[in-house]
């Protein structure tokens, strides 16, 4: 049990772009969901954190116009990458709580590569 | 300084080696995660411990609250042990946000 995925798993864009990426739980029902950002061999950074049917709560320095995250039902939360740049080029993670206990289920993360 | 930090940051070790991979916190806390990132990025929650001691098959994680100290023991370690382990703590005062290590990189060789 306790699955979140995401989609999609890699993706390839433009510079000047947008790109939207999902964040589903499968088999619970997610009330907060949380956006991470990951450089290569650096450990997560939260991006922002999102309860579903609210505004996302960003982290300081994450500009919210750019990285655009909706929450809008209990199993899917999205992040969409607005105008992107090849600095935005990184791997996403989302993971998501139930709320019943301190545990967050990750998902399997989506790679990011702006041209 | 971090508030989470992990040592040793790299590790090798021949199979069937037993393992330790320490965190150290800086910061009151609700619970601490071990986590798992595969080559392929995806992570996978090992533990969530807030005291005491918890095994899961050749995994073992404890954590003493007093000297904000956590230990991911691997015992008879395996080539598919090798991974990138994160520790990451839940502030006792935030519900939400998890504070993460830089991980440590481990190589088990055959």
């Known amino acids: 049990g306790a699955v979140v995925s995401q989609h999609p798993s890699w993706v390839i864009c433009k510079s000047g772009t947008s790109v939207k990426i999902e964040c589903r739980s499968l088999?619970?029902?997610?009330?907060?969901m949380f956006w991470y950002r990951q450089f290569p061999k650096q450990s997560l950074m939260l991006m922002a954190t999102s309860n579903e049917g609210s505004k996302a709560t960003y982290e300081q320095g994450v500009e919210k116009d750019k990285f655009l995250i909706n929450h809008a039902s209990l199993t899917l939360s999205t992040l969409t990458v607005t105008s992107a740049h090849p600095e935005d080029s990184s791997f996403y993670i989302c993971s998501a709580s139930d709320g019943l206990n301190y545990e967050q289920y990750f998902g399997p993360g989506t790679r990011l590569t702006v041209t | 300084k971090n508030e989470v930090e992990q040592s040793p940051q790299n590790l090798t070790a021949q199979e069937g080696e037993f393992i330790t991979i320490n965190c150290s916190y800086s910061v009151g806390i609700s619970a601490l995660h071990w986590l798992q990132q595969h080559p392929g990025g995806g992570i996978v929650s090992l533990f969530m411990?807030?005291?005491g001691k918890k095994k899961h098959g050749r995994l073992i994680a404890t954590i003493n609250i007093q000297e904000k100290h956590s230990s991911l023991h691997i015992t008879a370690s395996h080539p598919r042990d090798s991974a990138v382990y994160i520790c990451?703590?839940?502030?006792?005062?935030?519900?939400?946000?998890?504070?993460f290590g830089t991980g440590t990189r481990l190589q088990v060789f055959p």
């Open positions: 411990l807030s005291s």
């Open positions: 990451a703590v839940r502030w006792a005062g935030n519900t939400d946000k998890l504070i």
């Open positions: 088999d619970f029902q997610a009330t907060t």
